[in-house]
């Protein structure tokens, strides 16, 4: 198969992917534009972080004027997951140019990388079909955040639409494709009813970093106890 090809079945891949994340990117550009980001700043937002648990965890904690550091320990909480996914990666990219392989994993969020590997399983890592599904991922997260800012004041709350449901639905379907049994799936119980509590009892916002920060540490003492 030649390398255009393999590009060509990235972009077909990331079809069904881009029908839940279309919704999603439409609601974080209205929310983005309600707490005072330009046309200018929205893209550079998703564009420069592309991460979108971590741009909704942002905007969640967004304040006038906003606390910078609070903002950038929130931001490497929620995407200190791409720590062990980029590593994940590291031995499929490790023959490449420094050039290459960086560009790779800044490119790399929750479905290309789920893509990337699950193609690995079956005939090796392919370059250029991971490139297609980042590319089409990334252009069309880029044009739908920034027509949710266009167009977010002139539909209101698009909540009411439903399209707030895409966010969590795109998650549990990578969280399913994540899932190794009950046991291994305890930090991310704990780290549910830990946000939970907090989104309850405590100030807005709070519940991003303490249910990250408990996840985390549960699976450390996992960890250390198992041993």
């Known amino acids: 198969m030649s390398t ?27 929310q983005a534009t309600q707490k005072g980001f330009n046309l200018i700043e929205l893209p550079l937002l998703t564009g420069l972080n592309f991460a979108g648990g971590s741009e909704f965890a942002i905007l969640e904690m967004w304040s006038n004027p906003p606390q910078f550091l609070m903002l950038i320990f929130i931001t490497f909480l929620v995407n200190s997951r791409h720590l062990l996914m980029g590593a994940s990666l590291v031995p499929h990219l490790k023959h490449l140019p420094n050039k290459k392989a960086y560009t790779a994993l800044f490119f790399m969020c929750d479905e290309s990388w789920a893509a990337g590997l699950q193609d690995a399983k079956q005939q090796g890592f ?15 997260w880029l044009t739908f955040t920034t027509l949710g800012g266009y167009i977010g004041p002139i539909l209101g709350d698009i909540n009411r639409f439903g399209f707030d449901m895409a966010f969590p639905a795109v998650f549990l379907v990578l969280l399913r494709g994540m899932w190794q049994g009950i046991q291994a799936a305890r930090p991310w119980l704990i780290s549910l009813i830990t946000a939970a509590l907090a989104y309850l009892y405590l100030p807005q916002g709070w519940y991003v970093p303490i249910g990250a920060l408990s996840g985390i540490a549960f699976a450390v003492f996992l960890g250390a106890s198992e041993e």
Do not use: E, W
């Not at 060509?8 to 919704?23: N, T």
């Open 4 to 30: 255009h090809q393999d590009f060509i079945r990235g972009l077909k891949v990331s079809v069904p992917m881009l029908v839940g994340i279309i919704p999603f990117a439409l609601v974080l550009g209205t």
């Open 126 to 140: 392919n370059l250029r079909f991971y490139a297609g599904v980042c590319f089409a991922l990334y252009i069309v």
